[in-house]
Nanobody
Framework: VQLQACGGGLVQAGDSLRLSCAASGSVFSIDLMGWYRQAPGKQRDLVGSITSGGRTNYVDSVKGRFTISRDNAKNTVYLQMNSLKPEDTAVYYC???????????????WGQGTQVTVSS
């Protein structure tokens, strides 16, 4: 099973970006999907997550600006980022927990990361 993230780029402060991350590999279902980010020299931190039922959770610094959604039929998670700030600059990684496939269940899968750069 693989997670393929895309949608990153270079934007100015106040702009918006939408990231997407699709799971491939004969996936039946995914329990929890989420987004993490890692700025240079810092640890990877949770941005937010969404359950298969649509319940979301966000880190305080992005509440009101970022929105996570998912399409269970497409095994895809999205991150809509509005009012971007320079401190949002980081590599963004998608994550999936309890991924059920034809080959078995994977406890945790990471995407390859996509760079988001916000200039002031």
């Amino acid at each position: 099973v693989q997670l393929q993230a895309c949608g990153g780029g270079l934007v100015q402060a106040g702009d918006s970006l939408r990231l997407s991350c699709a799971a491939s590999g004969s996936v039946f279902s995914i329990d929890l999907m989420g987004w993490y980010r890692q700025a240079p020299g810092k640890q990877r931190d949770l941005v937010g997550s969404i359950t298969s039922g649509g319940r979301t959770n966000y880190v305080d610094s992005v509440k009101g600006r970022f929105t996570i959604s998912r399409d269970n039929a497409k095994n895809t998670v999205y991150l809509q980022m509005n009012s971007l700030k320079p401190e949002d600059t980081a590599v963004y990684y998608c994550n999936a927990m309890s991924v059920v496939t034809t080959r078995g269940t994977y406890r945790q899968v990471w995407g390859q990361g996509t760079q988001v750069t916000v200039s002031s």
